[in-house]
């Protein structure tokens, strides 16, 4: 039987897979670090991750974009 579970701790689960699967595997934007965001998608990453893989932006939507490419660019696996 396949367990049930909703969509914002599916999400939770799969960002915390890939995290451990592979270091180069950043997390961020606005809201997304040490609250978890919003809805708590993203709560427990930064605490079990670091404040280096996982955090907080300004609310700035170019510079979260530009940083994500630049990140992409030089090897990291951004997501934003």
Same mark, same amino acid.
């Given at each position: 039987?396949?367990? $049930?579970?909703? +969509? +914002? %701790?599916? #999400? ?13 595997? $950043? +997390?961020?934007?606005?809201? &997304? /670090?040490? =609250? /978890? /965001? $919003?809805?708590?998608? &993203?709560?427990? +990453?930064?605490?079990?991750? /670091? ?9 700035? =939507?170019?510079?979260? &974009?530009? %940083?994500? #490419?630049?990140?992409? #660019? ?7």
């Amino acid at each position: 039987m396949m367990a $049930v579970i909703n +969509l +914002l %701790s599916a #999400i939770n689960q799969a960002l915390d897979q890939k995290l451990e699967d592979d270091q180069s595997v $950043v +997390l961020f934007g606005e809201d &997304t /670090g040490f =609250e /978890g /965001g $919003v809805f708590r998608v &993203t709560a427990g +990453l930064q605490k079990k991750y /670091g404040e280096d893989r996982v955090f907080d932006t300004p609310i700035s =939507e170019a510079a979260i &974009t530009g %940083s994500a #490419i630049g990140m992409a #660019i030089n090897g990291l696996r951004p997501v934003a």
